[in-house]
């Protein structure tokens, strides 16, 4: 049998055969490249896979240290406020004291005035005034031991009975300053 009518074999001419070997080196150059391009895509994914994988851990370690600072903040914040409330609790002690000071201070310095009664002879200690040509008189000496001058702005007159009753008629007063009080 011959080589052209054989089954097995099939002949090939030469410039098939070139055409046939350079088809073959095209597609095992494609296959190469294509590997080549798909390990060169696989390795470009990789790098863009750690980036990315790096962007998502630098990411969630500053969500992490953000969500520290702020707790820590709030920590700060609420010991302020801690510290605010005492030292305003202290300041209302400070002025209740200030002002209890003060109230007792002004109970101390103020006048105590005293009046004492000096009525003149003729004003008989019980019973009715004996008619007389001179008119009872009763001077009343205000002493003041306080620590401060008193001012006296006014003295209406008047005069009550022991069981309350008032005494109607002419009434005069008349101050006269023992001394000046400064």
Partial sequence: MSQRNSPSKKYRSPPHQ???????????????????????????ERCENIWDKVIQIATLVFVILTTVGIFYQATILNKTDVAMHESAKAAID??????????????????????LPKPSKNVPREGPFPPSEQTPTIIFTITDLGRVPAIIRSVPP????????????????SFQAARSIS
Avoid at 99 to 115: G, H, M, T, W
């Fill in 18 to 44: 070139q055409k046939d070997n350079a088809t073959a080196k095209a597609i095992v150059s494609l296959r190469s490249a294509l590997t080549k391009e798909g390990d060169t895509n696989r390795h470009q």
């Fill in 94 to 115: 400070s002025a209740r004291a200030a002002k209890q000071s003060s109230d007792s201070v002004a109970n101390i310095e103020r006048p105590y005035l005293f009046i």
């Fill in 158 to 173: 008047g005069m009550w009975l022991e069981f309350g009753g008032a005494i109607s008629g002419n009434m005069s007063v």
